[in-house]
């Protein structure tokens, strides 16, 4: 499968512990994005990269998250001190830097915080 | 603010029937608008965006500027055009996608 792979599909954590998810997009891509969606929503965006560089947080993303796309390949979403509100799906999508571009979507890291 | 919004839920139907899945936006600029589609155990994937303006498996979705709307046409439905489906406004700058709550499709035989 070569499209973009996220690492785990699924993680059980208790509360108050730190857990990262590792996305690899597509590799010609230059664009990465991570969502978050919760039970009977849309996904929600979190941040974009283009290359390593971090263009766009949203307000929804809290001090205890972060996100890093050291060499401009895959990237990695940590959230510390995990709270039961953090229970989700983690979405990781990448596309080309263009107007009207397809963003393609990877299967997702389920967390769930016990 | 932009937004998105899909008002129903669910939407049931019978094989042949014709589907709409409605879709409304908010948004201050020259919008850019997709469909996206999330099938049983698969990843989210794009169906169809306004500006190619052609028809994929059968769905069409024109946008209309006055009355801020991008709705999801379907003259017969099929089985399995079962799903979810979620309507996407897209940044041109960031490609940054803002969803709506998505729609489940569910086409009875």
């Known amino acids: 499968d070569t499209g973009v792979s996220q690492d785990p599909r699924h993680k059980i954590t208790k509360r108050g512990q730190n857990v990262t998810f590792r996305c690899d997009p597509i590799?010609?891509?230059?664009?990465l994005y991570w969502y978050r969606q919760t039970l009977g929503q849309g996904p929600e965006f979190l941040t974009y990269f283009q290359n390593e560089a971090q263009l766009e947080k949203s307000r929804l993303l809290s001090d205890r998250f972060s996100a890093e796309r050291p060499k401009g390949s895959f990237s990695t979403l940590e959230i510390q001190r995990t709270e039961q509100g953090d229970s989700a799906m983690y979405l990781c999508?990448?596309?080309?830097?263009?107007?009207?571009?397809?963003?393609?979507f990877g299967q997702g890291t389920r967390l769930t915080v016990v | 603010a932009q937004r998105v919004t899909q008002p129903e839920k669910l939407l049931s139907v019978f094989k042949g029937a014709p589907v709409e899945l409605k879709c409304n936006y908010s948004y201050s600029g020259s919008p850019e608008l997709f469909w996206y589609v999330q099938y049983s155990r698969q990843r989210l994937q794009l169906l169809l965006r306004h500006i190619s303006r052609e028809s994929i498996k059968g769905f069409t979705a024109d946008l209309n500027k006055g009355e801020t709307s991008f709705h999801l046409k379907k003259p017969f439905a099929q089985e399995e055009d079962s799903a979810m489906y979620y309507c996407a406004l897209g940044s041109s700058n960031t490609g940054k996608l803002i969803f709506g709550q998505g729609t489940t499709l569910q086409v009875k035989p």
């Open positions: 999508a990448s596309s080309l830097a263009r107007e009207n571009t397809e963003a393609f």
């Open positions: 590799s010609e891509h230059n664009r």
